[in-house]
């Protein structure tokens, strides 16, 4: 098969990339994660329910990937919150390169949290580390409780899943036990939470996940540093 | 951006390939529909619907194509249509190569209509022609309405873009004569429809859509070929 040739071709130097980039968050003291799911499962809603969530003790940046457009982007500036638009074009991914300057520029703007929106997409971005802290996963209840099994990649890469749009759960044929046990076979000790964007329900529990992962790392609050030097 | 070497070496060859399918299809007068969605939009319960609603006047084939595992075809052998599952490992799409011999044993099994369910992903299967007749694609409700300005790509393939899961409008955001007019704007001229695949209202448009796309391609009902030659 092509495929195997095409995936090693970038994925090595992808790698080297990504490498840089902990690096650079690493020394910077700025922790990242990376938010993937397939499209409109929600990621944008749960940014802007999470931004607000954390922005009392992190200065909170944002990189949104889209094919094109800036549509996210904008919807999340009015948070007062710098956003980074990355373009794709026909690549249906984020890669560590695409991010590399929004990571830096972040930095130099005393970003401590780094909340990275992927292309909505469930299966390609699983392969491209981006170099950040965490894979974080959306799966909407809408998207059905089959997707794990279907769509394993993606769910062994996550630290975490997001199951979104609890509020559905009575309007589809959504299993959440079944969901959950599915998870778990893929990805034994992988976390799990429940939230509804619509509701708020689930929001705190997200955000203190994020906050533990953020302590973990000993990221933390700074001033903008105005006379950061890009490396 | 070394994306653009890397799918004009992949699509090169596709093309090749599908044109051999799109003659395979003609010679035999078979009639296929490439149904791509996002994860979860609702393609394969949608082909449970529409192959009962098609089986009165066709023999109706199915190719199943999924990274791994093979439920959804487990789920339509139930209906009594040979299924032939092809599972693509990490690639994100159906290539024309992986549907070739399924067309041929389809065709020689006296299929007049070929309905392929590609891999869930709003990206890349729009840039892989598989010889098709038409490119259909869903779009469930509950992913949102921005999304025509986000993949234009898939948009600007589908011959018939078909709204799913009608019945969620009233608890979500979307906004269908947004959507609409969005999808006018990326591809003037292209065929939408509304369905519910949970309360079955707007099947039957759709099962008209695609006899008349039969109609005029000449493809018809005929009696299973056991002396079909594999060419």
């Known amino acids: 098969m092509h495929e195997v040739d095409v995936r090693a071709g970038l994925l090595e130097p992808n790698a080297a990339v990504a490498r840089e980039n902990r690096a650079l968050l690493a020394t910077r003291g700025v922790y990242a994660a990376n ?24 200065r909170v940046g944002v990189v949104e990937g889209d094919m094109t457009g800036r549509a996210d982007a904008d919807r999340l500036e009015g948070f007062g919150v710098p956003v980074h638009q990355v373009n794709t074009g026909a690549a249906c991914h984020l890669d560590a390169r695409m991010v590399h300057h929004a990571l830096h520029d972040l930095a130099d703007a005393g970003c401590d949290v780094v909340l990275i929106e992927n292309v909505g997409n469930l299966v390609c971005p699983a392969e491209f580390d981006l170099g950040e802290d965490d894979a974080v996963m959306l799966l909407s209840v809408a998207e059905g409780s089959d997707k794990p099994k279907k769509y394993p990649l993606m769910f062994r890469r996550a630290s975490l899943v997001i199951v979104n749009k609890l509020d559905l759960l009575d309007r589809t044929d959504f299993d959440l036990a079944a969901a959950v046990a599915a998870m778990r076979d893929v990805h034994p000790g992988v976390g799990i939470l429940t939230v509804s964007c619509r509701t708020g329900e689930g929001i705190e529990e997200i955000a203190a996940w994020l906050e533990a992962r953020i302590a973990a790392k000993g990221a933390g609050p700074r001033a903008a540093a105005g006379t950061g030097v890009r490396g």
């Open 35 to 58: 938010l993937m799911s397939a499209p409109g499962s929600g990621k944008t809603s749960l940014l802007e329910h999470v931004i607000p969530a954390l922005e009392s003790r992190h």
